[in-house]
């Protein structure tokens, strides 16, 4: 396909958006087999302007992880290659990472691939995108196909009333809620489990327990457990689990540290222990000790406090002799 540079250009060829007739020189298009479903999608280039977030994206405050994007960002132009996907609405459903990085850029258009979609294809399509490695976690997949119940319960009130139960009802049978649970769950790529816990969580879990699980702080099942205490006592946990993890990071970072400097090898524990015993009262009530939950059988000493313990060899007894 021939680079597109007018709008002339873009009314013949029905692959270009029509929608400004002062475009700027516009870059070739790839032109894979691009199908989702049986929807054939068409090649188009769209300004950065012309394209919208989804309703859910928004609604759910749903955002492109800095660390993807500075990953991406390291490819150069090469990140760019692959279009974004978007529905006749110019809404994106694939690809938010790289309208981010290209509004960043400044970059004035990009290549996509529109898609005539349902509301509701929108939204799995979206789901199936982001369970990728580094999509969504699972409590925003959660969030996101919860937004699909609307679709389910009406799909299963008109099966539940085609089948003659309870005709004229706006109720679902249990049987029939169920199937939407499960049908969420598949969606997002959950066990029924974690989509009725997340539901849980939504009405009981304080807010700032509900933004860690958004930044993946925490996994659904130990926030649901959370959510059980008083929303003062979630935050007490939540911010105690985060100062323990803040300590043990540090201390990985010192062992690695201490590793890449090769620092004498440390002294066994029982010359620690005969060691830290010949510490003066006034020495040894200057010294805190802490408990860590980090898996092993393991004492750490600062170097502050290794420095300051007299050498073990000055409190060994001398023998001048040894007879077998």
């Given at each position: ?197 997340v539901k849980q969580l939504l009405g ?121």
């Amino acid at each position: 396909m021939n680079a597109i540079g007018s709008g002339n250009a873009a009314a013949k060829n029905p692959r270009v958006s029509t929608r400004t007739s002062d475009r700027p020189f516009l870059p070739e298009i790839p032109e894979p087999e691009w199908q989702y479903g049986d929807n054939p999608g068409q090649p188009v280039i769209c300004r950065l302007s012309e394209l919208r977030h989804h309703a859910s994206y928004v609604r759910l405050r749903l955002t492109v992880p800095a660390s993807k994007l500075s990953a991406l960002a390291e490819q150069g132009e090469l990140a760019f290659r692959e279009p974004l996907a978007i529905t006749r609405d110019r809404i994106v459903i694939d690809g938010y990472a790289r309208w981010e990085l290209a509004r960043l850029k400044k970059r004035l258009v990009l290549p996509c691939v529109e898609y005539e979609l349902t509301e509701e294809e929108a939204i799995r399509w979206l789901l199936q995108k982001h369970r990728r490695s580094d999509g969504m976690n699972d409590f925003c997949r959660i969030l996101l196909a919860r937004e699909l119940e609307p679709f389910l319960k009406a799909k299963a009130l008109s099966n539940q009333r085609f089948g003659g139960r309870m005709k004229g009802s706006s109720n679902l049978t249990e049987d029939a809620a169920v199937d939407v649970r499960k049908e969420i769950a598949a969606a997002a790529g959950v066990s029924v489990g974690n989509v009725t816990k997340v539901k849980q969580l939504l009405g009981i879990g304080h807010r700032e327990l509900l933004e860690a699980l958004r930044g993946s702080e925490v996994s659904i099942h130990r926030a649901w457990k959370w959510s059980k205490e008083s929303p003062d006592r979630q935050i007490e946990t939540l911010r105690a689990y985060r100062a323990e993890r803040g300590v043990n990071k540090c201390i990985r970072d010192l062992i690695s540290r201490h590793k890449r400097k090769q620092t004498p090898t440390a002294p066994d524990l029982g010359s620690l222990a005969r060691r830290l015993s010949e510490l003066q009262p006034y020495e040894s009530n200057s010294v805190k000790v802490s408990v860590m939950r980090v898996p092993g059988r393991m004492i750490f000493v600062t170097e502050e406090l290794m420095q300051s313990l007299r050498p073990y060899q000055e409190s060994m007894p001398i023998c001048t002799a040894y007879n077998r």
